[in-house]
């Protein structure tokens, strides 16, 4: 095969050492350092030595993550490549053999590098991801309060709509100090809940022992923790993204999307879409919302979509399944799609047309215009016609049709 890149690097990359092999005009060298800085500056040193302009590694966990940090301030191109695009070749099991087998594939020019964004993005995603892991360990605990008041015969649940609201967190307060009146319980309502004082007084009567006021007063503290680290990381996101603020509103436009949703679609996208991705099916395959592709001797075999970004495809799913009842384009999609397949698929559907429509947003610089909750009516308007009348006529009536001036 004809060579294309002259003065190339492979390493085959692991927690504690790296084994990495140049191959130049001059031949091969193979060598194994540590991946504590200091050697990994040896490393960077040693390639530089033989001239290499590109290098290649697996993207192994976040294994690769201290090598690029040092590689990128240096003016040699760095590919980090998906490991299941290496694997093709059988019999190549150790170190030494994979670390060749990737300088000889980037030498031939038979490698794709994946979608590493710049250090201030991934800065930015590392705070996203972690806020949202936040967030949701916020919402267990509020789960693991609700559990402990079962446990107290305490029946709050059934009578507020929000279990962690203003008035419920201070009657949980109060029981956690050791009140049990229900009478003097039912007097934190406010506003609306105020009608509901006879429900409270039932709800709250309960039988609340020690063991049960640690749980909830432990609880409550770490919830009240949480918030604050989260508003902490909302902060910094609000201002590293300060620059983005037009493109966070397109994305806010989006039915589904929330300021914090837009903030996580632009950290894993990139601010750049354009550039990192041609078209909006290429972002969408990506971020494994799309079938996957087997086929073999005009066979399909399974669809199962492959892995991808799972931060992007959790988050979609869940403004897919937010826009379930409303009444715009995306809900009728959801509605309509729903009847054929299941509560499912019918998230990754909503949440690929999302991404595209974040896409075309993001490249076009517009905001979203709905198309109506009537789009799919009107595209199958004549069937529908036809149809109508046709099970009009069979229960017996005749039908005339006349268009509304």
Known sequence: MEVIIERVCGMDVHKDNITACVMTPEGKEIQTFSTKTVFLVKLVDWIKSHGCTHVAMESTGVFWKPIVNLIEAEEI????????????????????????????????????????????????????????????????????????????????????????????????????????????????????????????????????????RMMLNTILTHIDFLTEQIEKLDQEVAQRVSSYQEDIERLDSIPGIAKRMAEQILAEVGTDVKKQFQTAPQLCSWAALVPGHNESAGNRKSTKSKKGNKYLKSALTEAAHSVGASKNYLGALYRRTLARKGRKRVAIVVAHAILRIAFYLLTRKEMYVDLGADYFDKQKQVSIVRHSVRRLESLGYTVTITEAS
Do not use: C
């Open 77 to 212: 191109e760095f590919l980090v490549v998906n490991a299941q695009h290496l694997k093709a070749v059988p019999g190549r099991k150790t170190d030494v053999k994979d670390a060749e087998w990737i300088a000889q594939l980037l030498r031939h020019g038979l490698l794709k590098a994946s979608f590493i964004p710049d250090r201030n993005q991934r800065e930015l995603r590392e705070l996203v991801r972690y806020r949202r892991s936040i967030i949701e360990e916020r919402a267990r605990q509020h789960n693991r309060i609700q559990k402990v008041l079962e446990g107290a015969n305490i029946k709050l649940g059934s009578v507020v709509s929000d279990i962690m609201g203003v008035s419920s967190k201070d009657m949980l307060r109060a029981i956690a100090d050791g009140e049990d009146d229900p009478e003097k319980l039912s007097t934190f309502a406010r506003g609306t809940m105020k009608k509901k004082k006879d429900e409270l007084e039932r709800a709250l009567k309960g039988y609340v022992n020690p063991h049960q």
